[in-house]
T-cell receptor, first 109, second 115 residues
Framework: QKEVEQNSGPLSVPEGAIASLNCTYS??????FFWYRQYSGKSPELIMS????GDKEDGRFTAQLNKASQYVSLLIRDSQPSDSATYLC?????????FGTGTSLTVIP | EADIYQTPRYLVIGTGKKITLECSQT?????MYWYQQDPGMELHLIHY???????EKGDLSSESTVSRIRTEHFPLTLESARPSHTSQYLC??????????????FGPGTRLTVT
């Protein structure tokens, strides 16, 4: 069983809509949770981190964490074509980070 | 400006050559990591370091070695490059300490092609 599971997509949403990305993790000892955006051919860029149950908002992005369900999500409001990328979910367990395979998001103008 | 630097950004070399991929960070982080990522695929941890003179192997054995003589510098060496080493190599660093979230930041990557 992989540490981090994501739906690979692709996920397509129209411009201005809300994009919802989901992630589950297997180890209840996971401490911190992260969302990265990765454009094709580029390195991952950190967009959100969360470590407490509940919601964390930063601009158009909201991360949601439910430790009981071992579930992390990312909502992107007012999606823009520039949000089209692969979104990686990552968890920190001890001193190591475990990444999902990523969800490909396309925002259609 | 705090950042992570990788050189070279692109490299094409022949089979059997020895190469070193450079990574430096001015983030002030103790922990550093090397990942390998093929296009459209997940990241695989190759090596990591908790601090000076500390190095550990990750899940992916890529016949490479690392060193950590200075906090800010974490080079990766391939003793004998093979076509199977063709990939993108990503260096990252994260903060250290109890209670810290431990956000990890990536450098721009080195795209390696072995012919």
């Amino acid at each position: 069983q992989k540490e981090v599971e994501q739906n690979s997509g692709p996920l397509s949403v129209p411009e201005g809509a809300i994009a919802s990305l989901n992630c589950t993790y297997s180890d209840r000892g996971s401490q911190s949770f992260f969302w990265y955006r990765q454009y094709s051919g580029k390195s991952p860029e950190l967009i959100m981190s969360i470590y407490s149950n509940g919601d964390k908002e930063d601009g158009r992005f909201t991360a949601q964490l439910n430790k009981a369900s071992q579930y992390v999500s990312l909502l992107i409001r007012d999606s823009q074509p520039s949000d089209s990328a692969t979104y990686l979910c990552a968890v920190k367990l001890g001193n190591q980070f475990y990444f999902g395979t990523g969800t490909s998001l396309t925002v259609i103008p | 400006e705090a950042d992570i630097y990788q050189t070279p950004r692109y490299l094409v070399i022949g089979t059997g050559k020895k190469i070193t991929l450079e990574c430096s960070q001015t983030m002030g982080h103790d922990k550093m990591y090397w990942y390998q990522q093929d296009p459209g695929m997940e990241l695989h941890l190759i090596h990591y370091s908790y601090g000076v003179n500390s190095t550990e192997k990750g899940d992916l054995s890529s016949e490479s070695t690392v060193s950590r003589i200075r906090t800010e510098h974490f080079p990766l060496t391939l003793e004998s490059a093979r076509p199977s080493h063709t990939s993108q190599y990503l260096c990252a660093s994260s903060e250290y300490g109890a209670g810290q979230v431990g956000e990890q930041y990536f450098g721009p990557g080195t795209r390696l092609t072995v012919t």
